[in-house]
């Protein structure tokens, strides 16, 4: 009962001990003698050290039994919070960050060794313990090497066995390359000749091809020669249908003028003889209005002279839109005689463009005006209505 109750008491310092000591701390190094950082973490049976918290680098361990020791040492090399842990094969020194921390690692590093000590077995019993591992751990390898050996010498059989077929296929493989490579030159000169007799054949028939190629070449120059010369005509032949077609217009625009001129001059024409009318009948008048009559001849002279001066002017307007006639008739005539040339062109190329004719022209008239581009039923209707403006009697005023 009495060791039921040690055991567990050893139990629960150990895992108190785990537990709660851990952190960082100043280790002296044994070579160089300069102080590092470690993490350090007491276990119930050692104290080990790593370079960082997470545990991933560990740079080393402090056994811990009931022969070790650790005591408080002074502040020196400037590093306080000094103490080392004395074990049977060196020592440790090892800085704090305080006091405090100081004395519970010494406390806790203290209890660990009382543990062990309370719980360590006789010496002589584990020295037996120790002998008798290492030998089932030399007898262990001994077995293992054994058995690689073994299986190494299979593997080696294996491999000369192998190596041994491999030579055989080599030779076989060679004696086949051989024969391989015979059969191949001997089909390699069957077919340069064939592919030379295919070349000299090719090389004919490239040859006829050239010439069909260069003849139907030629005959496709000369096909769009004659085809480009046909497009010029066509273009040329437009052009002077253009011409034409304009000059037409041209003409009709002086026509449409030149009756306009005729129109006013009748008209101013009409005036002068009703004046002229008038005038007549006012002389023969009485005497006595004689005088109002002369101032109303006066102006109604000034005004006919002014008519006369329109007159002048319409006649100069009308003999203008006679040079612009005569102009348009030359270049009327100019674009019939090209559309002509080109006509017989046109007809010695095939038929093959079609001529756009122009539409009929009716005959010119020519009037005591000048020529102009009236029909008989419109000269006839003019020369009816001068008349009958001609023979109505003045009215007076």
């Known amino acids: 009962m009495d060791n039921l109750r040690s055991w567990t008491l050893f139990i629960l310092l150990i895992h108190r001990v785990t537990c709660f000591f851990k952190g960082y701390m100043m280790k002296k190094g044994h070579k160089r003698k300069n102080w590092t950082e470690r993490w350090f973490l007491l276990k119930p049976s050692l104290i080990s050290y790593y370079v960082s918290e997470d545990l ?98 299979m593997a080696n059989e294996n491999k000369q066995r192998e190596l041994e077929a491999m030579r055989k ?29 295919e070349m000299e054949k090719e090389k004919m028939v490239r040859q006829q091809m050239e010439e069909q190629v260069a003849q139907k070449s030629n005959e496709l120059e000369q096909y769009l020669q004659r085809v480009r010369e046909l ?29 306009r001129l005729l129109e006013e001059e009748v008209s101013k024409r009409a005036e002068l003889e009703e004046i002229h009318l008038y005038q007549q009948q006012t ?35 009308r003999q203008g839109a006679l040079e612009q006639y005569q102009e348009v008739m030359k270049k009327l005539s100019d674009a019939a ?20 004719q122009p539409g009929p022209k009716y005959p010119q008239k020519i ?19 001068w008349q009958e403006k001609k023979n109505r009697p003045a009215t007076p005023q």
């Open 231 to 259: 497009e010029n005509m066509y273009h040329s032949l437009e052009e002077a249908l253009e011409e034409e077609r304009q000059a037409r217009q041209d003409e009709e625009t002086v026509r449409k003028l030149q009756a």
């Open 56 to 153: 991933t680098e560990k740079k080393g361990d402090i056994l811990l039994d009931g022969n070790c020791c650790v005591e408080s040492l002074p502040d020196k090399e400037g590093k306080k919070c000094l103490f080392y842990v004395k074990c049977s094969d060196k020592s440790f020194e090892i800085s704090a960050s305080d006091k405090k921390k100081k004395q519970e690692w010494i406390q806790a590093i203290q209890t660990c060794i009382t543990l062990l000590k309370v719980g360590r077995p006789a010496p002589h019993h584990e020295a037996r313990q120790k002998r008798r591992e290492l030998r089932q751990k030399q007898q262990a390898e001994q077995e293992e090497l054994e058995l690689r050996m073994r299986e190494l010498q």
């Open 169 to 197: 296929k080599l030779e076989e493989a060679a004696a086949n390359a051989a024969d391989e490579e015979r059969r191949r030159l001997q089909t390699q000169n069957e077919l340069q000749d064939l592919y030379r007799l």
């Open 337 to 356: 005689n090209n559309t002509k040339s080109w006509k017989d062109k046109v007809a010695q190329h095939e038929g093959l463009i079609r001529l756009i």
């Open 283 to 317: 002389i023969s008048q009485t005497q006595a209005e004689k005088q109002e009559l002369e101032r109303e001849r006066l102006a109604k002279e000034s005004a006919l002279e002014s008519a006369m001066q329109q007159l002048h002017q319409l006649e100069a307007d």
């Open 367 to 385: 009037t005591n005006w000048g020529p102009a581009a009236f029909t008989d039923a419109e000269l006839n209707l003019r020369e009816k209505d």
